[in-house]
């Protein structure tokens, strides 16, 4: 395949380009200002990986209650780690993870579910295929204490999204790319959580699928309430939905500003937006 050499950045280049970025990310004041008067999340000074291996090297994150906020950056930067480690799934080697004043650094995954109001959505999130799309939702609510909790929870999930309901009874396999996704992000909302973690929403779903899945967070967003912080690699959709974005390099916060600001900003464009 013949490309135009001259208009492509290669990953070295953007890496390259991008820790120039980095040498000067945004105080905590800026963030602050970002969040506004009403901060629900608040990531201090974070070092997380696995292992032994550091990722994350001091993150600092803000986020109002009801806002969203989008994550960018190269390949590897430690965007999802940022989630992992919010959620639980990685190694914390310092820094504090506050979620409504409340300390949550070394909560396991199951107990932000279940008692911190927080869900992490899709990336290795993926739907049971021979379950039906009904038993699906059933089992995001495999914490609950009884079982009819989570089928009360299925029932108002397929009032809201009529297309689920009129798929209750069929195995999840023969969903469509979007549906299916559908299914992942209202899994998640059987037990009701006030934030939700969504790492690559549009990743491996067709044009008109992405657009409906931005719809639905968008919804969620504006109607319910909810709290987002999302990862996405498609960053010009990302920041067109979010309040934030945060450009993270190598494990840094490089720039942080509204997502329209980072969308016009011509190294943001240039480094992440193609062009
Ligand atoms: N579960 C894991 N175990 C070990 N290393 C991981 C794991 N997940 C990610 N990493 C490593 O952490 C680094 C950052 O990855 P990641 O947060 O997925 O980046 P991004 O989402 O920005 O592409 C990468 O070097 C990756 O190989
Ligand atoms: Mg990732």
């Not at 914490?143 to 798929?167: G, N, S």
């Not at 987002?228 to 974005?245: P, R, Y």
């Not at 329209?260 to 240039?270: A, F, I, T």
Request: aromatic residues 6%; proline residues 5%; contains cysteine.
């Amino acid at each position: 395949m013949k490309q135009d050499t001259d208009n492509i950045l290669s990953v070295d280049d953007v890496a390259r380009e991008a820790s120039h970025l980095a040498r000067q990310g945004p105080s905590r004041d800026d963030l602050a200002r970002l969040a506004g008067a009403n901060p629900v999340l608040d990531i201090n000074g974070l070092y997380a990986g696995y292992g032994k291996m550091k990722i994350l090297h001091g993150v600092d994150l803000q986020l109002g209650a009801g806002q969203s906020l989008c994550l960018i950056g190269p390949n590897g930067a430690g965007k999802s780690t940022v989630l992992h480690s919010i959620y639980g799934f990685t190694r914390i080697f310092g820094g504090r993870i506050n979620l409504a004043g409340r300390d949550i650094t070394n909560l396991p995954p199951n107990a932000k579910l279940r008692d911190a109001g927080v869900a992490y959505i899709l990336q290795d999130n993926s739907v049971f295929p021979d379950m039906t799309v009904e038993e699906n939702l059933w089992m995001g609510g495999y914490l609950m204490k009884h079982p009819d909790q989570a089928k009360e929870a299925a029932e108002r999930i397929f009032t809201k999204y009529p297309r689920l309901a009129q798929r209750r009874g069929r195995p999840a396999k023969v969903l469509s790319g979007g549906e299916r996704r559908l299914l992942e992000i209202s899994r998640a909302l059987v037990m009701s959580p006030e934030v939700l973690l969504v790492d690559e929403p549009s990743i491996g779903l067709e044009p008109r699928f992405i657009d409906m899945v931005f719809e639905i967070l968008t919804d969620l967003q504006k109607s319910d309430g909810k709290t987002i912080v999302m990862v996405e690699q498609n960053a010009k959709k990302g920041l067109q939905f979010a309040d934030l974005g945060y450009v993270l390099v190598a494990g840094q916060l490089a720039m942080a500003a509204s997502g329209d600001e980072l969308l016009d900003h011509p190294d943001v464009g240039r480094l992440f937006l193609g062009g």
